[in-house]
């Protein structure tokens, strides 16, 4: 009788298998989908907070580092449900709108996320602005531009000392200013606690029931020279079907909620759009903080004790999002530091690379690292965003040999192969198509609908290659970013 032989798992969660759907048009090129069903999905956000509060309503939700670094800032499901229903009612009693839209130039923290929250919650845009425009005398030109193109009504900053010339400038031109502490002298301003703290249903509930599919959730704005800024709008239905496709292809996302330790800035898209979102839509935690800080003197979340105690004192994720290059970075501090090592790994799951690859190399370092640490390798996944689109249009969800390979298209999303050039190039441009995407972008006080072709095909100005054109399931390569014409 033969000898059975087990074969230990490679990794410690299950992954989904590569899939999609494949049309040859007549003019060469070619159309690919998800062949997996996308669930119906939510127009309004605020729907997922109200969930979790009322399924779980102790359960964390957001956390970043007090001044004392020693302790967190924390704030439950329940509780911020509750302070953003007061928070919208005030706002709805501001009579803001698209043309009298929220803007935020603080970086990311719990205050925040309740507002943002709140204005999307009763359809008035959040628009989310880097805050060096408003820090930097040589970037102010950039910050005067968006309130000219935004007009908001209303401008808030967690801290208002720094941003005194910023907020003053907003005021000459009409916006109410809210901090959450130091405020400016000489400059009215309204407090944040002020507004977080009474609730009767009213103008809230009825702005909220105005909600469309295309009611604009979010202005993102990059560049910071006026003649290059561009306002990249994001609607409500575009996040909700986003989160439900990558909910799809990554179960892990549901399968228990997310623990996430990051602070990748929501005035990006994958800060405020993605992983914002991937904790809120899964009832997750997302600690607002830089795993394994390269300065040890900043904010940092591994405590320096000197002991395996303290590595247990760390928040560890389940899901790592990180950008390719600053991960480089954290797999030469988990090298050396053995701490370190055992907070990240500990309750680790599944690496994210955000719009990006990998090298082998880097891969095979962690890889050791995550053998030693646990037994299992973990699943490095990938994804990709086009410009201007604000979501997720391919994925890495399944398991590849190509370091450069950004996956295939999530659920609900069609992407369309362009060739260029020779057949034999191999050589694509890349457009992409979803349901609740209306890619647009935001000039003059509203939104202006992005060019588009025949069949509603969204440019992206990259350039890519099917890894195998006989099986096109092996995912797709990123080559290099084209110029727009």
């Not at 989908?33 to 779980?56: H, V």
């Not at 009611?215 to 709008?233: D, F, L, N």
């Not at 609740?436 to 990259?462: C, H, M, R, S």
């Amino acid at each position: 009788m033969a000898d059975t032989i087990l074969v230990a798992p490679k990794y410690k969660i299950d992954l989904k298998r590569a899939a999609v759907d494949v049309k040859r048009l007549a003019d060469g090129n070619l159309i690919l989908r998800s062949p997996y069903d996308l669930p119906p999905s939510k127009e309004n956000i605020g729907d997922w907070l109200r969930k979790w509060a009322a399924a779980d309503p102790k359960r964390l939700f957001l956390a970043k580092r007090a001044q004392t670094q020693a302790q967190w800032d924390e704030i439950t499901y329940g509780d911020a449900l509750k302070q953003v229903r007061s928070i919208a009612q005030a706002l709805a009693s501001r009579e803001l709108s698209p043309v009298r839209p929220v803007l935020l130039i603080s970086k990311n923290g719990i205050d925040n996320a309740l507002l943002q929250l709140a204005a999307m919650d009763i359809g008035v845009p959040a628009i989310h602005v880097n805050p060096t425009l408003a820090l930097k005398p040589e970037q102010f030109e950039g910050f005067k531009h968006i309130i000219q193109q935004t007009t908001p009504g209303l401008v808030f900053a967690a801290e208002g000392a720094p941003f005194a010339t910023a907020l003053k400038y907003a005021a000459d031109q009409g916006a109410e200013i809210l901090l959450s502490s130091d405020p400016v002298a000489g400059l009215p301003s309204t407090e944040f606690g002020k507004i977080t703290k009474s609730w009767r249903k009213g103008a809230a509930v009825k702005a909220r029931a105005k909600n469309t599919p295309e009611t604009i959730a979010k202005v993102h704005y990059s560049g910071t020279q006026p003649s290059e800024m561009v306002g990249i709008v994001t609607t409500q239905v575009t996040m909700s079907i986003n989160q439900d496709a990558l909910a799809v292809v990554i179960p892990q996302l549901g399968a228990r909620p997310p623990i996430i330790v990051d602070d990748a800035p929501w005035h990006h898209a994958s800060g405020g759009n993605l992983i914002f979102n991937a904790a809120l839509r899964n009832g997750g935690t997302l600690y607002i903080d830089r795993f394994g800080p390269e300065n040890q003197n900043e904010n940092q979340n591994v405590n320096q004790k000197g002991d395996e105690g303290a590595a247990l004192e760390t928040p560890s994720p389940s899901i790592h999002f990180t950008e390719a290059m600053p991960f480089y970075g954290l797999v030469s501090r988990l090298e050396e530091n053995i701490l370190l090592r055992k907070a990240f790994f500990r309750n680790l799951d599944l690496i994210w690379i955000v719009n990006g690859t990998i090298s082998h190399e880097i891969k095979g370092r962690l890889q050791a690292l995550a053998r030693e640490q646990t037994g299992f390798e973990i699943p490095i996944l990938a994804s990709f965003s086009g410009v201007g689109t604000a979501a997720i249009n391919t994925a890495l969800y399944f398991e590849s040999d190509s370091d450069a390979n950004i996956g295939l298209p999530v659920p609900g999303t069609f992407i369309k192969l362009v060739r260029i050039g020779a057949e034999q190039d191999d050589n694509w441009g890349i457009m992409v198509n979803t349901p609740g995407l209306n890619p647009a972008i935001w000039q003059n006080g509203g939104p202006i609908k992005a060019e588009t072709d025949e069949d509603g095909y969204f440019t992206v100005y990259e350039t890519v290659r099917l890894i195998d054109p006989m099986r096109p399931f092996k995912g797709i390569e990123r080559q290099s970013r084209v110029t727009e014409a």
